[in-house]
């Protein structure tokens, strides 16, 4: 099992605050890797910076062996590292479907062209695919400003998984989705990721999905990982138990 | 050499000009982040009023020193009722609307003051020299110069420091400067934001129509001088950078001189030389001199 | 486009190639400004699409009216489609200059850099009086078109014809650009320019591609204003003129392909109607008018349409509060 990703020494401080410290961590290929920490903890920060939106200020990154550090975010994308966000981006003034149509035509680089419809049968298809697991489909036709809350989350994890990626980093995938469907999406999601050998990364705040879904387990404190290992040990983990479960 | 003291007194004087014309956008645009398009439309309404009103004034055979009184009493008029009435009507219902938009809204106030500015005073040009003449002249490396002008760089100076002293000295100033910075966290401070926005827009409006009518007895006052004022004024502010004062009369006197330089040494390229400079600018450090850059959070 | 509006849009066409034949001559002179200008506007509103406004394609419009009669007096070139590709030429390979760096501002700062560069050009345009003319600007004689020189009394007729010859398929290609991955990218980025980073695609090429043909639009809006009017002057470069396009694009609603031409068509008529009767309240009947459209009706006119057909449901453009 090769190593997909792999961070050496990063850090990043916003002023004088320390957001990532020192953060030496690799990730194999396949696995799902969850990350916990108490708000501010430097999660999301940690994201941002594997994903070229924010430049450490030490450090190195590499996907697959080769060197993405500062490397911007549409880069890191065209490598097959895609995100979802904590919370949702997507095309507000669009449709369901057209979002998803613009990640897909994205991937085919074919985005840029000014003169054949976005819309093709083809297309179409593997966009209503594509929205299936997330229970999107029957609402492919809306407007974006009509789904509630947790449909907003599903479609930007829709998106980023629409990207075809080979590492897929979601930032709290389940914060603002209702109970009863936390646990179904997160099943169906991952089941497709493992048919697709894609390595999932995933920052959660709630200890019953990442107990049940995550193979390992990183713990974030103040900016460094204070624990590393199965999702027993680690919650087991009084210092991380303290910090974060609070 | 006089050439060169011309220039630069040249400079001054029309610096004296664009800084008061530029402070009041500049003020607006940091405490509310718009940019007001009809800002040049607030200056040539104070070059209105403040000439009618001088001119009013002259008719009733008042001592002559007070009509620079009626003067400014024009300009403050026109802005303190201008100013709440524009701000409560327009601008409130677009605050969280985008830019775009907001840019839209003061254009459309643009066409609207032009033509009430022609329906109340006409088409034809308002001459008001007296006030200018009236100081007598004085003669400076051998140009001669009036005393009208020198006072004008006085009171810009006057007014940049009043201005930056009220924020920095006053409870008010101190609320503007909070708001400024961040809106968001302004709000939970419990400031009252909505009023703060009527202060900060009427006196925006206040310093426009000032800087109009001071400027009046040295112009012809006709419809179209806020066509080309509000370019100008553009031009100083993103020089000096967005909701900078300082940034302002920074900007007013690079605008100043270089155009005052290339009046004499390149006439042909008056015109361009500050809007090139507005595009240089813009380019290399968009900020300005003394703005800052804001990023989005994800 | 669906049937229903494929087959409006014919209706459309035949009514504009009908009307120079069963109305009075004014008429067809006011349509064929206003279909030359509806170029321009087509110009504004793509770039509205991707929530960018330009108060300085007064350049781009000046570029191709200029290319025009440079080309005329100096050059001695009368054959109209030649000087039309000139223009847009011209125009589209100015955009290509500027667009360079413009594509990476936003906001008010894309606003007012196009406005400074355009009254860059606008004060070349007034001081290279030996090559342009200054303020008198450049008067142009009929064109040829296709190597016929129209008599007098056809001579309006043929201008028509040869405007709206262009102007609809200036119409059709942004009509195809609007459904392309290209249109939609463009609204893409107004709404979530760092989700189409993430999603792989350069926010500044579609950006940079859009500006270009927006440009090349302008100038062929120049190009057939030159015609039209037959006089050239520094003015469209000023940035009152860019600002009247951008209010067009309002008018009519940039949202929709049909937008820019009712919008222009509306606006040519109540100018005319205007300065005859009402000189004085013309621009203020604008700004107010302006006011209504972005604060009830952010569609622009064709909002009523919409609102025919759609039962009801409006169709905004700038309803989204900023981020």
Not at chain 1, 26 to 52: D, M, R, Y
């Amino acid at each position: 099992m090769g190593v997909v990703l792999e961070t050496v020494g990063l850090t990043k401080a916003f002023g004088g605050v320390v957001a990532v410290s020192d953060v030496n961590v690799a990730i194999a290929q396949g696995a799902v890797v969850g990350i916990i920490g108490a708000n501010g903890a430097g999660k999301t920060t940690f994201v941002n910076i594997i994903t070229g939106y924010l430049k450490p200020d030490a450090g190195r990154i590499r996907y697959l062996g080769r060197e993405i550090t500062a490397h911007p975010p549409r880069e890191i994308v065209g490598l097959g590292i895609a995100r979802s966000f904590q919370i949702p981006q997507v095309y507000t003034s669009l449709t369901v479907l057209e979002n998803v149509l613009i990640a897909l035509v994205s991937r085919e680089k074919a985005s840029l062209r000014p003169w054949a419809p976005l819309s093709t049968r083809a297309r179409e298809a593997a966009a209503l695919a594509a929205l299936e697991p997330f229970g999107l489909a029957e609402h492919a036709r809306r407007p974006v400003t009509e789904l509630p809350e947790g449909g907003l989350k599903f479609l930007d994890i829709a998106l980023s998984t629409a990207l075809g990626p080979r590492l897929l980093l979601l930032d709290e995938p389940t914060s603002g989705v209702s109970s009863e469907d936390k646990f179904e999406v997160m099943e169906t999601l991952l089941r497709i990721m493992r048919e697709r050998e894609v390595t999932v990364v995933f920052v959660e705040h709630d200890m019953d999905v990442v107990s049940r879904y995550a193979q390992r387990l990183l713990a974030f404190v103040d900016g460094k990982v204070v624990a590393d290992g199965t999702p027993e040990d680690v919650l087991a983990d009084p210092g991380v138990r303290k910090a974060v479960l609070g | 050499m006089t050439v060169p003291i011309a220039i630069l007194l040249d400079g001054v004087l029309y610096a004296a000009v664009l800084f008061l014309l530029a402070a009041g956008l500049t003020l607006v645009y940091g405490v509310m982040r718009i940019l007001n398009i009809a800002h040049g439309s607030l200056y040539a309404l104070g070059a209105y009023t403040g000439t009618a009103l001088v001119l009013a004034y002259l008719s009733t055979g008042g001592p002559e020193p007070l009509m620079y009184l009626a003067l400014l009493a024009g300009a403050v008029l026109a802005g303190s009722i201008v100013g709440p009435l524009v701000e409560r009507l327009l601008l409130r219902p677009i605050y969280a609307r985008e830019e775009v938009v907001q840019l839209l809204v003061t254009f459309s106030l643009f066409l609207i003051l032009e033509d009430v500015m022609k329906l109340v005073w006409g088409v034809q040009p308002y001459y008001v020299a007296k006030p200018y003449a009236y100081l007598g002249t004085v003669t400076i490396a051998g140009v001669r110069y009036a005393w009208y002008q020198l006072l004008l760089i006085a009171v810009a100076l006057a007014t940049g420091v009043l201005v930056v002293a009220a924020i920095r000295g006053t409870r008010i100033g101190r609320m503007i400067i909070a708001v400024t910075a961040d809106r968001e966290i302004s709000t939970t401070l419990g400031i009252n934001v909505a009023r703060l926005f009527t202060l900060a827009f009427t006196a925006g409006a206040i310093l426009a129509a000032l800087g109009g009518a001071l400027v009046a007895p040295l112009i012809a006052v006709a419809p179209g001088i806020s066509v080309e004022a509000i370019v100008l004024a553009f031009a100083v502010v993103v020089i000096g950078g967005l909701g900078s004062l300082e940034g302002a009369a920074l900007g007013a006197l690079i605008v100043g001189v270089t155009r005052a330089a290339a009046v004499y040494l390149l006439p042909e390229a008056e015109l361009a030389t500050v809007y090139l400079i507005m595009v240089a600018v813009l380019l290399f450090r968009p900020r300005g001199l003394f703005g800052e850059l804001e990023m989005r959070r994800i | 486009m669906s049937g229903r509006e494929g087959a409006l849009a014919l209706v459309a066409a035949a009514a504009l190639v009908a009307v120079p034949l069963l109305l009075p001559g004014w008429v067809a002179f006011l349509l064929t400004l206003a279909l030359a200008k509806s170029v321009v506007v087509l110009a504004i509103a793509l770039l509205l699409r991707a929530g960018l406004v330009s108060f300085g394609h007064g350049m781009f419009f000046a570029a191709g009216a200029y290319t025009v009669g440079l080309l005329m007096k100096r050059v001695g070139v009368h054959e109209a489609v030649l000087l039309t590709a000139a223009g847009i030429v011209v125009a589209a390979a100015a955009a290509a200059l500027v667009g360079l760096f413009i594509a990476r501002y936003r906001g008010i700062f894309f606003a007012m850099l196009n406005m400074a560069i355009s009254m860059v050009v606008y004060s070349v345009l007034l001081k290279l009086y030996w090559l342009t003319g200054g303020t008198d600007g450049i008067g142009i004689r009929t064109p040829v078109i296709l190597g016929m020189t129209p008599d007098r009394e056809s001579l309006r007729l043929a201008i028509y014809y040869f405007t709206l010859a262009l102007t609809l398929p200036a119409f059709y290609v942004v009509q195809r650009f609007w459904n392309s991955a290209l249109g939609f990218v463009l609204r893409a980025v107004r709404d979530n320019e760092v989700r189409v980073e993430y999603m792989g695609t350069s926010v500044y090429r579609s950006i940079y591609a859009a500006y270009v043909l927006s440009g090349g639009l302008a100038g062929l809006g120049g190009v057939l204003t030159g015609f039209s009017v037959g006089h050239i002057v520094p003015e469209q470069a000023y940035w009152t003129t860019s600002g009247e396009f951008v209010f067009v694009a309002v008018l009519g609603g940039p949202a929709s392909v049909p937008g820019p031409l009712v919008g222009s068509i509306a606006f040519e008529f109540l100018k005319s109607y205007a300065s005859k009767y009402a000189a004085f309240t013309w621009q203020m009947t604008l700004g107010a008018a302006m006011l209504v459209i972005i604060l009830f009706m952010p569609g622009g006119l064709w909002t009523i349409y919409g609102w025919l057909a759609r039962g009801g449901r409006r169709w905004a453009w700038s309803s989204k509060p900023s981020a």
